[in-house]
């Protein structure tokens, strides 16, 4: 077995005038979890769907367990599981039968296609709904079937495209302990995600992307330790006098940002830095709704990264599928 | 490649093997996912339904209403009637290819197919597999509308099942033509949309409910060679009699005709889907 599970170098892809892709690169090593981040339109999708030999990259090359996704499609087909953003079920067929569709169309021997469907019912807590067709499931239910859908022939690397997007806190709690799970018996897996909580949670490694290259890449500490030490983020009325607190803060030396009603300033040392950026705000008049002092989030990191929150949604990822 | 034209003497038993491996993991594949769009009919058997009664009404209609104001020499106008439906019955029957596709698009579930080591013919080839299977139904119910409404086979049994298996692959032809409608479209309700005006002139435009001689000249030119026309010609001489060896000949070229080209159109779409 090789070390490294997926090799990416320079992977390059467009759609049209649309550049999704404009050379990344990465290594999963076998048996970790690589967290694939950035916000909507960044290239994630397209990097999965290149990587599960969905699409044919422009340029670069692409490997999965040493085979190449555009030279052995089928060698890497049957060693990958996909769920991708959208629960990709059949609503006409129950839950047990999407299971059962996937294990004989990966070509499993029929007794096994029965045991492991059965399996990841139970798994998933999916049980008492199985001969239930998918059209009555909820949400969580339809995305948790999706994913057991990914482990029917259980590929030794998975691919989990944003698999908590739409899922309410408790859904995604409970398919983050499964996952974990996975994880814990060996699978290699890259998830993408916007949420940076997913990613510090599960991910062994952090890989940022924005419009289509890599803008960094570590452990979720390494990239926290790229900022200050310590995060004061300055609640005020409203967003005018946000705007003047920024001001004065840099006036003072401070490195500030603002976004609405809120002044975030990244320091070296917190307990010194806190005392003083309050004084400069009281020079200047103004009295600061609420105050928190915390460790850096990887939320942070992105914002300093990419110049916008990770929610942010300028371009989108339904606009290079179309485009496809 | 490389690694083929450089090592040929190891990989080329074992490719050997694969081809045939893959020919019958391919009937395989092709089976699992016509078997899943049966499963789908007969979960939602609105589908099916309403693409029945339309028919049925059809038969109704010009077999009480239109069929009296309509002269067809030599023979009851159920009798002239029935063929006509038969075709109409199996190319409006083919949208459900486009909105089954369409709606396997939309839902990302062509996405995981692609990501999965099956055959890649095998979604399509599955897909219109069903929509065969489906006409079988359907086909069987119009014909029993038919006798019950008084229409009769003037040849013999042999010539009726013939008939009935040219329509189906009159069908099957079409459904190829609207896989690749599907795949274009993407969207269930365009998918609809966007079939009638395709099928509307075909169907209507055609000797399926009247005779070649009651249109106006330029659209007999039209009328008298497109596919519905032909097909409808050659199972009424099936059923009715007449000279029938060149109207067969002539419906199956244009089965193979359009299944030569739509089905590497459907398959080429099918590519670069999703």
């Not at chain 1, 499993?108 to 059209?135: H, I, K, Y």
Request: glycine share 8%; aromatic share 6%; proline share 5%.
């Amino acid at each position: 077995m090789t070390d490294t599970a997926i090799r990416v170098e320079g992977l390059e892809k467009r759609f049209g005038d649309v550049v999704a892709l404009d050379g990344i690169d990465f290594e999963v090593p076998t048996g970790t979890v690589l967290g694939l981040l950035g916000p909507n339109g960044a290239g994630k999708t397209t990097a999965v769907r290149a990587l599960t030999t969905i699409i044919r990259p422009d340029a670069g090359t692409a490997e999965v367990l040493g085979y190449d996704v555009v030279r052995r499609p089928d060698a890497v087909r049957a060693r990958i599981g996909l769920a991708g953003q959208f629960a990709a079920v059949d609503e006409n067929l129950t839950g047990r039968e999407n299971l059962e569709l996937i294990g004989r169309l990966t070509h499993l021997p029929r007794r096994l296609v029965d045991s492991r469907s059965s399996e990841l019912l139970e798994r998933f807590e999916l049980t008492d709904a199985a001969d239930r067709p998918v059209r009555t499931y909820s949400g969580g239910m339809r995305r948790r079937l999706d994913v057991s859908a990914a482990l029917v022939h259980r590929p030794p690397v998975l691919f989990l495209d944003e698999p908590t997007t739409g899922l309410d806190p408790h859904s995604r709690r409970e398919l983050w302990e499964v996952i974990g799970e996975l994880v814990g018996e060996g699978t290699t897996l890259l998830l993408t995600t916007q949420y940076l909580e997913e990613a510090d949670r599960l991910a062994d490694d952090i890989v940022v992307i924005d419009k289509g290259t890599v803008i960094a890449a570590g452990t979720a500490p390494e990239l926290k330790a790229q900022l200050g030490a310590t995060i004061i983020e300055v609640g005020l009325a409203d967003p005018a006098e946000a705007l003047r607190a920024r001001g004065s803060l840099v006036a003072a030396g401070f490195k500030a940002d603002q976004q609405d009603r809120e002044v975030r300033v990244e320091v070296d040392d917190g307990a010194r830095e806190l005392v003083n950026a309050l004084r400069a705000l009281e020079d200047s008049d103004i009295t600061p709704a609420t105050l928190v002092v915390r460790e850096p989030s990887l939320d942070d990191v992105f914002l300093t990264l990419t110049g916008h929150r990770a929610e942010a949604t300028d371009t989108d990822d339904e606009a290079t599928r179309g485009a496809a | 490649m490389t690694t083929t034209t450089l090592t040929p003497t190891v990989l080329a038993p074992e490719l050997e093997v694969q081809g045939l491996r893959r020919v019958i993991g391919a009937v395989r594949d092709t089976l699992a996912v016509a078997r899943r769009n049966l499963i789908g009919y007969r979960r939602v058997p609105q589908l099916l339904v309403f693409s029945t009664i339309q028919p049925v009404v059809f038969v109704l209609m010009f077999r009480y209403v239109f069929g009296g104001a309509i002269q067809v020499p030599g023979m009851p106008y159920v009798d002239f009637l029935m063929p006509g439906i038969f075709a109409q019955t199996v190319v409006f029957g083919s949208m459900g290819t486009a909105i089954g596709l369409a709606t396997d698009l939309k839902l990302g579930l062509i996405e995981r197919f692609r990501s999965l080591p099956m055959a890649r013919s095998a979604v399509l080839a599955g897909r219109t597999l069903a929509d065969l299977v489906r006409n079988v139904f359907v086909v069987a119910l119009m014909a029993a509308v038919g006798f019950a409404v008084g229409f009769r086979v003037h040849t013999n049994a042999l010539a009726f099942i013939a008939a009935m298996l040219l329509i189906l692959l009159f069908g099957y032809a079409f459904s190829w033509i609207f896989a690749t409608v599907g795949l274009v479209v993407g969207d269930a309700e365009t998918a609809q949309a966007a079939s009638f005006p395709v099928m509307a002139p075909l169907v209507f435009a055609s000797t399926a409910f009247v005779p070649l001689e009651s249109m106006p000249g330029w659209l007999q030119a039209f009328a008298e060679h497109q596919p519905v026309s032909v097909t409808v010609d050659a199972v009424r001489a099936l059923v009715l009699g007449g000279p029938t060896a060149s109207h067969v000949l002539q419906a199956l070229a244009w089965c193979i005709g359009i299944l030569a080209v739509a089905a590497p159109l459907a398959v080429n779409r099918y590519r670069r889907a999703a």
